[in-house]
């Protein structure tokens, strides 16, 4: 079970993604934004992915990693 606050910031930076814009992961496959927030939200296999990803980015962020 992944913790619902967590859920819910995925969530909300898939939203400000561009509706015509497809996420390929892997060789998983390519998906539109609602389809990985639908994912998310159901904690299936590209969900928990999607969460995997996004923290991470959001860790090599915070340790100056990745810069914007």
Do not use: C, H, N, Y
């Not at 969530?11 to 497809?22: G, M, Y």
């Not at 639908?38 to 990745?66: H, N, P, T, W, Y």
């Amino acid at each position: 079970m992944i913790d619902e606050d967590i859920k819910k910031l995925i969530i909300a930076r898939l939203e400000v993604l561009p509706s015509d814009k497809k996420i390929s992961i892997g060789s998983i496959g390519e998906f539109t934004k609602e389809q990985l927030i639908e994912s998310v939200k159901r904690e299936d296999a590209i969900g928990r992915k999607m969460i995997q990803i996004e923290l991470e980015f959001l860790q090599a962020l915070k340790e100056g990693i990745v810069t914007t």
